[in-house]
């Protein structure tokens, strides 16, 4: 059984498009994460849920959109992506204030 | 401010030790976390530390912590060539849950 899952792993689409990474988590607990990995392999936080409300909304785009429609999922969406935005985004949950427990991550590539 | 320091590149051979050190500047952290991340693959969370401990082993795992310098290190035992990732160390925010991590140490084991 998957603990946190991401769809999709892989995202290629070209500038200007609009898209969606879906993150769903097993574990009952009841706060997600969205994260970035640069090329060069620094992750940064980038938004956080707590029983569905904001909590964390660090310095990103409004481009980038979080929403949770419930405590198991947290979607990604994206819109007018740039070059700048090819990443690996990665969800993760936890039981605050314990260990947060991460997905496999989605490869964003803007061409 | 926040702020997770960590050498970028550790090599040892198989059958050595490994010690990887981190340093970190919120000294409120709660918990201090390390993650390792294999070539295409997620986070998978090692091993946690607790801010009031000063040690905690687990199987070939020790992690030390130096509250008063903000020190960590991961001190692998008898590494192996399985072993080789990229190690993370990450500080938490209790209330938000907020991971800071370095910029993670690439540790290369040769036979």
């Known amino acids: 059984d998957t603990a946190v899952s991401q769809t999709p792993k892989y995202l290629v689409t070209q500038m200007g498009n609009d898209k969606s990474i879906k993150c769903e988590q097993n574990l009952g607990h009841d706060t997600m994460y969205w994260y970035k990995q640069d090329s060069k392999k620094f992750l940064k936080i980038m938004f956080s849920?707590?029983?569905?409300?904001?909590?964390i909304n660090e310095t990103v785009p409004n481009r980038f959109s979080p929403k949770s429609p419930d405590k198991a999922h947290l979607n990604l969406h994206i819109n007018s992506l740039e070059l700048g935005d090819s990443a690996v985004y990665f969800c993760?949950?936890?039981?605050?204030?314990?260990?947060?427990?991460f997905g496999p991550g989605t490869r964003l590539t803007v061409t | 401010g926040e702020d997770v320091e960590q050498s970028l590149f550790l090599s040892v051979r198989e059958g050595d030790s490994s010690v990887i050190n981190c340093t970190y500047t919120d000294s409120s952290s709660t918990y201090l976390y390390w993650y390792k991340q294999e070539p295409g693959a997620g986070l998978q969370l090692l091993t946690y530390i607790f801010s009031n401990m000063d040690m905690k082993q687990d199987q070939r795992l020790t992690v030390l912590l130096n509250k008063k310098d903000k020190h960590l290190s991961l001190r692998i035992a008898d590494t192996q060539t399985g072993d080789s990732a990229i190690y993370f160390c990450?500080?938490?925010?209790?209330?938000?849950?907020?991971?800071?991590f370095g910029q993670g140490t690439t540790l290369q084991v040769k036979p």
């Open positions: 990450a500080e938490s925010q209790s209330n938000t849950g907020k991971l800071i």
């Open positions: 849920y707590n029983n569905k409300e904001l909590i």
């Open positions: 993760a949950s936890s039981q605050l204030p314990y260990e947060q427990y």
